[in-house]
């Protein structure tokens, strides 16, 4: 800075700007004088509206040359970008005199440089346009094939996408949406004949044979009541359909999406309407009302007729891919929509948890960057109601931190730690004894025995004790077992004390309490069987001695 005010306060700028208007050398000198030029002037120190128009008009006609230095162009290219983001006066010269062709010519040069700052001046002209201006321009470059151009050469290109020019990208593509911005706004109007003729096309589309075959011969209160029938089932929540396109946003947007989805994909659209028309009642799924509701959540997630950021780079490479890709993009969230309403056996209470997981299953594929409209539509549907639970639940883990690899490293750490607490703590539990049940073959439960390990872990001590009794002393008991005996452990059906009485729903819960251990004894297998009181003495017994073998 303190260099830049000491060249502009001797009349650097001025020198430098003689150097360029004269234009005497056409190549490196001129390339060195448009750049320290530019370096001085983003300093902030002297405005842009302080330019001549004869100096614009030569910096212009430097960009407008054929065969001209590959390094002056771009330097040119940049401050005429500049004059025209801060000087609306300027801005319009800077418009009538350099035709949108040679801005074409430029981004069709095999020259990243070129092409960045051709296209940096384009979205500058764009911006500087008035609302009507824009549309012409942007009709005029979409008709010489520059969105095809983009997704081809600048896109697809082998050379990576700086981030200059992935920010002008997403300044063209929130352009381009914006011409929505107007429709958007507008509510349908009752009294507009094309209007009306519009959603009669609608409704005949959907139902074109059945209405045509029922309403032959009736009177006009029977058709005007047979129209509003095939309203209601085509998802309106009004007899009067224009009562829903009242509101704003989306107002006409919506009825634009759901035409371009009846002509330009009919038999998706019929069988839409006429499966859920089908439907119970509650189950099925309203094409208007989901459209209206859908256009608005498009236009959420595209920020249509938001303002440009500054600094955003965020653009998606599918909108380049195909002519009205709003609308494309519609067709196939639409049909997402009735997908995922089936797959949550959604009834009619649902339908803003329904929009909840669609907004998600869109959100999180755009995120993607997908580079075409069809690789959209295989990962949307990839990611279907129950992926979304699932993406749900581990970003849940992820943000409480259970997943998080320190916590896993530490759970590593203290894993081995903890197991022989627990096992510290089972042992303890075994060595206090617990009281079973004695079941008969009569399912009597009269008697009670006591089993506990010894102090020492070495031997299984048991015996009959008395109900109402104090826990026995290990010493009082007269039964054990030594654990070096014990060859397995048996649960449920395994057991052979309940093996026995068969499959009946009466033994199902023993079945959950039951265990037995098989030992030596002498020079034959024989068993100890349990019949615990609860399962949490199941688990306390069996863990154990399973995890000891």
């Known amino acids: 800075m303190t260099f830049a005010q000491e060249v502009i306060s001797r009349d650097g700028l001025q020198r430098l700007g003689t150097i360029i208007e004269d234009g005497d050398d056409l190549g490196e000198v001129l390339a060195l004088g448009l750049k320290a030029f530019l370096e001085l002037m983003e300093h902030g120190v002297v405005s842009w509206e302080t330019l001549s128009i004869p100096f614009v008009r030569k910096v212009v ?53 070129l092409q960045t700052k051709a296209m940096a001046l384009l979205t500058a002209l764009l911006q500087g346009a008035n609302p009507t201006e824009r549309k012409h321009m942007l009709d005029y470059l979409w008709q010489r094939n520059l969105r095809q151009f983009i997704y081809k050469n600048i896109i697809h290109s082998a050379t990576p996408l700086g981030d200059e020019m992935a920010h002008h990208l997403y ?53 005007r009541s ?25 107002g006409l947007l919506a009825l634009d999406n759901m035409l371009y989805f009846s002509r330009h994909a009919p038999s998706a659209y019929s069988r839409f309407v006429l499966e859920n028309s089908s439907r119970e009642d509650k189950h099925e799924c309203p094409f208007a009302r989901s459209s209206i509701q859908l256009t608005v959540l498009l236009c959420e997630l595209l920020r249509v007729g938001e303002p440009c950021s500054e ?76 992926e979304v639970l699932r993406l749900r639940q581990t970003e849940r883990l992820h943000q409480e931190g259970t997943l998080a690899p320190p916590i896993l490293e530490l759970r590593e750490k203290l894993k081995p730690e903890l197991m022989s607490l627990i096992r510290q703590q089972r042992l303890l539990r075994l060595c206090e004894g617990t009281l079973f049940r004695k079941i008969s073959s009569r399912r009597r439960q009269d008697k009670l025995w006591f089993c506990c390990l010894s102090p020492n872990h070495k031997v299984l001590q048991y015996g009959d004790v008395e109900e109402g009794t104090n826990p026995p002393t290990p010493e009082s008991l007269p039964e054990q077992i030594p654990v070096v005996d014990i060859r397995a452990l048996l649960t449920g059906k395994d057991c052979p004390h309940v093996r026995e009485k068969g499959s009946g729903k009466q033994n199902k819960d023993l079945y959950e309490l039951a265990f037995s251990i098989s030992y030596d004894h002498g020079e034959e297998e024989a068993y100890l069987n349990f019949i615990a009181p609860s399962k949490r003495d199941v688990s306390v017994w069996v863990r154990l001695s399973g995890a000891d073998g």
């Not at 009538?96 to 020259?111: A, F, G, K």
């Not at 706004?185 to 519009?198: C, F, H, M, N, V």
């Not at 009834?347 to 669609?358: A, G, L, P, Y």
């Open 61 to 113: 006609c430097y960009v407008n040359m054929n065969l001209m230095d590959a390094s002056v162009q771009p330097l040119a290219l940049r401050l005429l970008e500049s004059v025209t983001l801060s000087s609306p006066a300027l801005g319009q010269l800077v418009k009538s005199e350099v035709p949108l062709d040679r801005l074409l010519v430029h981004l069709q040069v095999m020259n990243q440089q």
């Open 311 to 386: 600094t955003a780079q965020d653009f998606s490479p599918m909108f380049f891919g195909q002519d009205q890709s709003f609308h494309e993009f519609f067709c196939v969230a639409i049909q997402l929509l009735n997908k995922t309403w089936k797959e949550m056996r959604a009834t009619q209470e649902d339908f803003d948890k329904v929009m909840q997981v669609v907004r998600e299953q869109l959100a999180r594929t755009l995120a993607l960057k997908p580079t075409s409209l069809e690789l959209f539509r295989t990962k949307v549907n990839a990611l279907t109601y129950g």
């Open 226 to 250: 047979l129209c509003a029938r095939e309203f209601r089932k085509l998802g309106f929540s009004n007899s009067n359909p224009a009562q829903d396109l009242e509101r704003v946003p989306p």
């Open 171 to 223: 300044v063209l593509q929130a352009l381009t949406l914006g011409l929505l911005e107007p429709r958007m706004r507008t509510p349908l109007d009752p009294y507009s004949q094309e209007q009306r003729e519009q959603l009669q096309a609608l409704r005949q589309a959907a139902f074109e044979l059945e209405g045509e075959s029922l309403s032959t011969g009736l009177s006009a209160d029977r058709r």
